[in-house]
């Protein structure tokens, strides 16, 4: 089988992050809006590439007031940067199932590389009978690399909020006829 197209399907899909806070807790967040497109032979991930685009303006971490700091230009500025994309560049196997899917993040302006561990969760036919095919990914960045590295020191010592990001990505996307 050759490479076919597929979109994601962003009702079954998610875009999520987490950071530390305090020193002492993770806080978690998502992205509502995105969208991303795969060109894959499902017989062969390794022919994977993607093309994705996420609204920064979409984040939400529970907490407007927070959010709104998030949008602000103090981190994703997103007036003047508002998406973040990923292009990949290579798909290579890591295990059964498992990949290592590297790309070029654009975040904040700043364009780095980066690597996603993949997992084929599977195939599947939908009760209309459309392919789908299912995907787990985390990666983690260091924001201050990006660009975004506002931050308060604590009295007791250490940072507001932490330098790493961890990422995860649920991904379902069907296939274009």
Known sequence: MSNVKWEVDPDHSSVEFSVTHLMINKIKGVFEHFEAFLSLDPN???TMSIQAS??????KTRQRQRDEHLRSDD???????PAITFQSTNCVPAGERQYELAGNLTLHGVTKPIIFHTVLVGLNKDPRGRERVGFHSTASIERNEFGLSFNSPLETGGIVVGN???IELNIEAIKID
């Not at 996420?54 to 984040?59: G, Q």
């Open 44 to 46: 062969d991930v390794t």
């Open 164 to 166: 790493e990001v961890s």
């Open 54 to 59: 996420i609204d920064a303006n979409s984040i």
């Open 75 to 81: 981190f994703f500025h997103v007036a003047k940067y």
